[in-house]
Protein backbone atom coordinates (compact mmCIF):
# COMPACT_ATOMS: atom_id res chain seq x y z
CA UNK A 1 0.00 0.00 0.00
CA UNK A 2 2.58 2.27 -0.70
CA UNK A 3 1.69 5.77 -2.00
CA UNK A 4 3.33 7.89 -4.70
CA UNK A 5 5.84 8.87 -2.42
CA UNK A 6 7.22 6.03 -1.27
CA UNK A 7 5.96 5.94 2.25
CA UNK A 8 3.38 2.87 3.52
CA UNK A 9 1.21 3.74 6.32
CA UNK A 10 0.39 0.67 6.86
CA UNK A 11 3.72 -0.35 8.80
CA UNK A 12 5.87 1.17 11.18
CA UNK A 13 8.78 3.59 10.52
CA UNK A 14 11.78 4.24 12.49
CA UNK A 15 11.45 7.35 11.31
CA UNK A 16 7.80 8.43 12.56
CA UNK A 17 8.60 6.37 15.55
CA UNK A 18 11.31 8.83 16.28
CA UNK A 19 8.65 11.61 15.45
CA UNK A 20 6.08 10.28 17.79
CA UNK A 21 8.67 9.88 20.70
CA UNK A 22 9.83 14.00 20.29
CA UNK A 23 6.18 14.65 19.90
CA UNK A 24 5.93 15.42 16.76
CA UNK A 25 2.58 14.81 14.53
CA UNK A 26 4.16 12.92 11.24
CA UNK A 27 2.88 9.60 12.18
CA UNK A 28 0.37 7.30 11.97
CA UNK A 29 -1.44 4.99 14.29
CA UNK A 30 0.63 1.98 12.95
CA UNK A 31 4.12 4.03 14.56
CA UNK A 32 2.25 5.18 17.50
CA UNK A 33 1.32 1.32 18.18
CA UNK A 34 5.09 0.27 17.30
CA UNK A 35 5.72 2.61 20.25
CA UNK A 36 3.87 1.58 22.93
CA UNK A 37 5.75 -1.90 22.25
CA UNK A 38 9.43 -0.32 22.29
CA UNK A 39 8.21 1.25 25.11
CA UNK A 40 7.42 -1.83 27.15
CA UNK A 41 10.59 -3.10 26.61
CA UNK A 42 12.84 0.34 27.13
CA UNK A 43 10.56 2.62 29.33
CA UNK A 44 13.57 5.37 28.84
CA UNK A 45 13.65 5.35 25.23
CA UNK A 46 11.48 9.03 24.78
CA UNK A 47 14.24 10.54 26.96
CA UNK A 48 17.19 8.80 24.97
CA UNK A 49 15.62 10.66 21.91
CA UNK A 50 15.31 13.64 22.85
CA UNK A 51 18.58 13.71 24.12
CA UNK A 52 19.70 12.20 20.78
CA UNK A 53 18.50 15.25 19.00
CA UNK A 54 19.56 17.82 21.17
CA UNK A 55 23.33 16.19 21.32
CA UNK A 56 22.94 16.30 17.29
CA UNK A 57 22.16 19.97 17.59
CA UNK A 58 25.50 20.30 19.40
CA UNK A 59 27.63 18.43 17.78
CA UNK A 60 26.30 19.82 14.15
CA UNK A 61 27.14 23.40 15.36
CA UNK A 62 30.66 22.39 16.97
CA UNK A 63 31.52 20.73 13.57
CA UNK A 64 29.58 23.75 11.62
CA UNK A 65 31.85 24.36 8.86
CA UNK A 66 30.52 23.39 5.66
CA UNK A 67 33.36 21.42 4.40
CA UNK A 68 33.71 19.53 7.94
CA UNK A 69 29.84 18.55 7.82
CA UNK A 70 30.67 17.14 4.48
CA UNK A 71 33.44 14.91 5.31
CA UNK A 72 31.45 13.74 8.81
CA UNK A 73 28.70 12.78 6.92
CA UNK A 74 30.51 11.10 4.35
CA UNK A 75 32.42 9.27 6.56
CA UNK A 76 29.05 7.89 8.64
CA UNK A 77 27.78 6.97 5.21
CA UNK A 78 30.33 4.78 4.21
CA UNK A 79 30.45 3.24 7.37
CA UNK A 80 27.62 1.27 6.71
CA UNK A 81 27.10 1.81 10.75
CA UNK A 82 23.02 0.99 11.22
CA UNK A 83 21.53 2.38 14.50
CA UNK A 84 22.12 -0.12 17.35
CA UNK A 85 23.10 -0.07 20.88
CA UNK A 86 27.02 -0.03 21.26
CA UNK A 87 28.27 0.30 25.02
CA UNK A 88 30.71 2.93 26.03
CA UNK A 89 33.99 0.96 24.98
CA UNK A 90 32.54 0.06 21.78
CA UNK A 91 31.83 3.26 20.80
CA UNK A 92 35.08 4.83 22.16
CA UNK A 93 36.83 2.19 19.61
CA UNK A 94 34.73 3.70 16.46
CA UNK A 95 36.61 7.20 17.32
CA UNK A 96 39.97 5.36 16.98
CA UNK A 97 42.59 7.57 14.73
CA UNK A 98 40.01 10.58 15.65
CA UNK A 99 41.23 13.65 17.77
CA UNK A 100 38.21 13.24 20.48
CA UNK A 101 36.70 16.12 21.30
CA UNK A 102 36.00 17.44 25.28
CA UNK A 103 34.12 15.93 26.80
CA UNK A 104 34.83 12.60 25.06
CA UNK A 105 32.49 9.80 24.67
CA UNK A 106 30.08 9.84 27.07
CA UNK A 107 25.79 9.86 27.37
CA UNK A 108 24.42 11.96 24.63
CA UNK A 109 23.08 14.43 27.32
CA UNK A 110 26.03 14.71 28.97
CA UNK A 111 27.89 15.80 25.97
CA UNK A 112 28.08 19.67 26.19
CA UNK A 113 24.69 20.36 27.62
CA UNK A 114 23.41 23.96 26.73
CA UNK A 115 21.59 24.41 29.46
CA UNK A 116 20.88 23.09 33.73
CA UNK A 117 19.22 20.04 32.95
CA UNK A 118 17.60 17.59 35.56
CA UNK A 119 19.89 14.61 36.62
CA UNK A 120 20.05 11.75 34.26
CA UNK A 121 21.76 8.12 34.68
CA UNK A 122 23.25 7.29 31.29
CA UNK A 123 20.88 4.33 31.11
CA UNK A 124 18.01 7.01 31.22
CA UNK A 125 19.52 8.43 28.24
CA UNK A 126 20.18 5.66 25.95
CA UNK A 127 23.02 6.08 24.03
CA UNK A 128 26.96 7.34 23.89
CA UNK A 129 27.98 9.92 22.09
CA UNK A 130 31.62 11.80 21.07
CA UNK A 131 32.24 14.12 18.77
CA UNK A 132 36.05 13.74 17.05
CA UNK A 133 38.02 15.24 14.25
CA UNK A 134 40.47 14.29 12.15
CA UNK A 135 44.10 14.00 13.20
Same mark, same amino acid.
Given at each position: ?9 ? %????? @?????? #? =? =??? !????? @?? +? $? ?9 ? *?????? !????? $?? $? ?10 ? @? $?? +???? *????? *? ?8 ? /? ?5 ? #? ?10 ? /????? #???? @?? +?? +???? *? =???? %??
Amino acid at each position: MTNERGVDPS %KPSSA @RIYDYF #L =G =GKD !NYEVD @RQ +A $AAKILEVWPTV *ASGVHH !NRDFM $AR $AVRTLSDLETMR @R $AL +ATYR *ASGVH *AQNRNRDEVT /RLFDGYE #LLDPGVVGVHRW /RPEAD #LPEW @RD +AE +AGCW *A =GVAR %KN
